[in-house]
C-alpha cells in the first residue's frame, strides 16, 4: 500500500494528472488491498477432512555451510510451529547447483543432521537436480553419490516453479 502512494507522488512530481475518477478508483483499489483474497495458489491446502496443510520449498543453491544450517533450522522450526498447532506442513529442501553438496555424503558438513531428519521428520523432503548431477558427473568423471533419502528430479529450478504453482511458499535462506 505505501508503495502505491509512493508511485502517485512521484507520478504528481513529474507532471502527471489522474482525472478525478482515477484518483478515486485508485484510492480505493489501496483501501481495499489489504483485504483481499488470496489467489488459491497461495492458500493454505485443506484435504478431505477439512484439516489444512500448509507447504513450504526451501531453495539451496549455494555451498555455503551458513545456508544449508539454516535452511534446516527453518525445515525444523516451521515443522515444530505447526505440530504446536496441530496443523501439518509439507517440507521440500530443493538442492541445486553449487548447493548440492548439502547431499553428498562425502562433501556435506551437515550430514548428522541430514540423518536425524531422515529418521525424524517424515515431513520433510529432500530433493535434487538432476541437471546438477549431470554437470557434476561430466565435470568429475562419475556421477556423485548423494543421501539414498533425496528425491532426485529433472531440473531443481523446474520443480521449485511446479511447487510454487502447487501452492508451496518458496524460502531461499
Same mark, same amino acid.
Given at each position: 500500500?505505501?508503495? +502505491? /502512494?509512493?508511485l502517485l507522488r512521484a507520478a504528481?512530481?513529474? !507532471?502527471?494528472?489522474? #482525472?478525478?475518477? !482515477?484518483l478515486m478508483l485508485a484510492l @480505493?483499489?489501496?483501501?481495499?488491498? #489489504?483485504?483481499?483474497?488470496? #489467489?488459491?495458489?497461495a492458500q493454505p491446502a485443506e484435504?478431505?477432512?477439512?484439516?489444512?496443510?500448509?507447504? =513450504? @520449498?526451501?531453495?539451496?543453491?549455494?555451498?555455503?555451510? @551458513?545456508?544449508?544450517?539454516?535452511?534446516?533450522?527453518? @525445515?525444523?522450526?516451521?515443522?515444530? /510451529?505447526? +505440530?504446536?498447532?496441530? *496443523?501439518?506442513?509439507?517440507?521440500?529442501?530443493?538442492?541445486?547447483?553449487?548447493? =548440492? %553438496?548439502?547431499?553428498?555424503?562425502?562433501? %556435506?558438513?551437515?550430514?548428522?543432521?541430514? %540423518?536425524?531428519?531422515?529418521?525424524?521428520?517424515?515431513?520433510?523432503?529432500?530433493?535434487?537436480?538432476?541437471?546438477?548431477?549431470?554437470?557434476? *558427473?561430466?565435470?568429475? !568423471?562419475?556421477? #556423485?553419490?548423494?543421501?539414498? /533419502?533425496?528425491?532426485?528430479?529433472?531440473? !531443481?529450478?523446474?520443480? =521449485?516453479?511446479? =511447487?510454487?504453482?502447487?501452492? /508451496? %511458499?518458496?524460502?531461499?535462506?
Amino acid at each position: 500500500m505505501f508503495r +502505491s /502512494f509512493r508511485l502517485l507522488r512521484a507520478a504528481r512530481a513529474t !507532471g502527471f494528472r489522474l #482525472p478525478a475518477a !482515477g484518483l478515486m478508483l485508485a484510492l @480505493a483499489a489501496m483501501v481495499a488491498a #489489504p483485504f483481499a483474497v488470496l #489467489p488459491a495458489a497461495a492458500q493454505p491446502a485443506e484435504d478431505d477432512g477439512g484439516f489444512v496443510t500448509h507447504r =513450504l @520449498a526451501l531453495q539451496v543453491s549455494d555451498d555455503d555451510e @551458513a545456508a544449508m544450517r539454516s535452511a534446516l533450522d527453518i @525445515a525444523a522450526n516451521v515443522s515444530r /510451529f505447526y +505440530s504446536d498447532k496441530a *496443523e501439518e506442513i509439507d517440507i521440500r529442501i530443493v538442492v541445486y547447483g553449487p548447493g =548440492l %553438496t548439502m547431499l553428498r555424503p562425502d562433501r %556435506t558438513p551437515v550430514m548428522e543432521r541430514l %540423518t536425524s531428519f531422515d529418521q525424524s521428520m517424515p515431513n520433510v523432503a529432500f530433493v535434487a537436480c538432476g541437471n546438477t548431477l549431470d554437470t557434476l *558427473e561430466r565435470e568429475e !568423471g562419475s556421477r #556423485p553419490e548423494i543421501v539414498p /533419502f533425496a528425491e532426485v528430479v529433472e531440473a !531443481g529450478v523446474a520443480e =521449485l516453479i511446479r =511447487l510454487d504453482e502447487e501452492g /508451496f %511458499t518458496i524460502v531461499k535462506p
